[in-house]
């Protein structure tokens, strides 16, 4: 049997989540419309770790609950090079989303749009240029960063 107050006992993890999109989505049923959410969270621990999940359920709460639980589960390790840029310059197509990242010298910060800005903060990432081309769709776009942020490598 479980104690309610277990919850309270565990220790705070060090990640931080980040709401990127909310969707509301509706279905016309004979009894009524029947609403829903989809949430976009992007998880990180600014320190190399970086993780995006999709949530859909009935309430907010319980869509960015289920996708903070789904990016926790796929967290990606990014490598830095010396603690604050990526290593090289990566390109990558995802669906209609190309993004170009490229690494910036010490003090440029994160020049980039807003979802791909979002990952890169949440990773750890200082100093980085960005560029989004092809769609606007948020989604798109965090997937495409994730998986060029998988395509780098070590010097």
Do not use: C
Request: charged letters at 25%; zero cysteines.
């Amino acid at each position: 049997m479980r104690n309610r107050s277990d919850h309270i006992n565990q220790p705070e993890s060090s990640f931080e989540d980040r709401v990127v999109q909310v969707n509301r989505t509706s279905k016309k049923t004979s009894g009524g419309n029947r609403i829903g959410f989809s949430t976009l969270v992007v998880v990180g621990d600014r320190k190399g770790n970086v993780g995006a999940g999709l949530g859909k359920a009935k309430d907010v709460i319980s869509g960015i609950r289920k996708g903070s639980l789904y990016a926790k589960k796929h967290l990606l390790k990014v490598p830095l090079k010396d603690g604050r840029t990526i290593p090289h310059r990566v390109e990558v197509k995802f669906g209609a989303a190309k993004i170009f990242l490229k690494p910036a010298p010490k003090g440029s910060g994160i020049i980039a749009g807003s979802s791909v800005r979002t990952v890169l903060e949440l990773a750890g990432i200082k100093d980085v240029v960005g560029k989004i081309l092809g769609t606007n769709n948020k989604i798109t776009n965090v997937y495409a960063t994730m998986k060029a942020l998988g395509k780098l490598r070590t010097e």
